[in-house]
């Protein structure tokens, strides 16, 4: 954010202070440990990890042996590397942190600063409503007028599978969702070998709204077993949703920038931005490349972002 005056600064930076420690008293009292995350990560690394992520945005460094660095784009995936090869059998980690990414944006470098949960170790029916819980309570502090839209990356996956493009084919597809092209999705498909899923992954960008409306949706589509599942993951998130929020939204053809979702991928808006203030998801099979598959969740709240929206909000 760009300030005429020192004042606005102070004022503004008054502010950010106080959020972060409210969110911060909430999630300590909430029982989770407060952790601090590293800024660095290895790029190839990273990269490996996080194939659909613009390379050219990531910040390098280099360090003494001349290997590549990079200034963290994404905390999470460091929280994995930093615990995982030390993992032991029946651990469970429920941490929080505060952190800032970088990323460059075309004019110059830029950081973002976020408070991020995660829970590492644990799967039960609870584990995902809690996490959406912790979501709900924090986003609700800031604004009636939030909306959290869930998604669940095994139902894309699954058309995915049974489409069996190759990459080309599967990159731009991917990347016509994630911009929610409509019209230029139906061009790309229709020049594409049909297949029975194509049906559904027509109409992906429809199904969203209430589960309701998406089964409605649904009828006659085609279904495979892991579309199914994440069919059903969310429906159980809805039974206990239900009746005690409507400010709550279900979208199938949520992509993430982040390649690791495995499950539930979530998104929290509130009134006066178009951007995310929350985002997150369940990342179980991430870990599996340390040879144990252990179940992960978490989120992010971006800072930067409420702040401009409560800051806008004030100088009304
Ligand atoms: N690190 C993710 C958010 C997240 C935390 N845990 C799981 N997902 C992001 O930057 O979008």
Same mark, same amino acid.
């Given at each position: 954010m760009k300030f005429l005056n020192i004042e606005d600064e102070m004022k503004y930076f008054q502010k950010m202070f106080v959020l972060r420690r409210e969110i911060e008293d909430f999630l300590f009292e909430e029982g989770y440990i407060n952790i601090e995350p590293s800024i660095f990560e290895g790029y190839d690394e990273f990269i490996e990890i996080n194939s659909?992520?613009?390379?050219?945005?990531t910040v390098k460094v280099l360090d003494n042996n001349s290997e590549i660095l990079i200034l %963290?784009?994404?905390i999470t995936t460091g929280i994995v590397n930093k615990f995982l090869p030390r993992w032991e059998y029946g651990q469970k980690l429920k941490i929080f942190y505060y952190g800032k990414t970088y990323k460059h944006n075309g004019t110059g470098i830029k950081e973002n600063r976020e408070m991020g949960v995660e829970i590492i170790g644990e799967k039960n029916s609870n584990t995902d409503q809690y996490i959406l819980s912790a979501a709900r309570r924090i986003i609700s502090r800031y604004s009636d007028e939030y909306l959290l839209e869930i998604g669940n990356s095994k139902f894309l996956k699954g058309i995915m599978q049974s489409c069996s493009f190759n990459k080309e084919n599967y990159d731009n597809v991917m990347e016509l969702l994630y911009s929610k092209n409509r019209q230029e999705l139906k061009e790309y498909l229709s020049g594409l070998p049909f297949r029975d899923v194509m049906s559904t992954l027509l109409n992906i960008l429809d199904l969203e709204g209430t589960f309701d409306e998406i089964m409605e949706q649904l009828d006659g589509l085609y279904l495979n077993d892991l579309m199914k599942q994440g069919i059903e993951e969310l429906r159980q998130i809805d039974n206990e949703m239900k009746n005690t929020d409507h400010r709550v939204s279900y979208d199938l053809s949520m992509v993430s920038e982040?390649?690791?979702?495995?499950?539930i991928i979530l998104r929290g808006y509130i009134k006066?931005?178009?951007?995310?203030i929350i985002r997150g998801g369940r990342y179980?099979?991430? %870990?599996?490349?340390?040879g144990q598959n252990i179940p992960a969740i978490g989120f992010k709240v971006e800072l930067d972002e409420l702040i401009k929206v409560l800051y806008k909000e004030e100088q009304k």
């Open positions: 659909r992520i613009n390379k050219k945005s %963290t784009p994404d982040l390649s690791y979702y495995d499950g006066g931005s178009n951007k995310e179980d099979s991430f %870990t599996k490349q340390y």
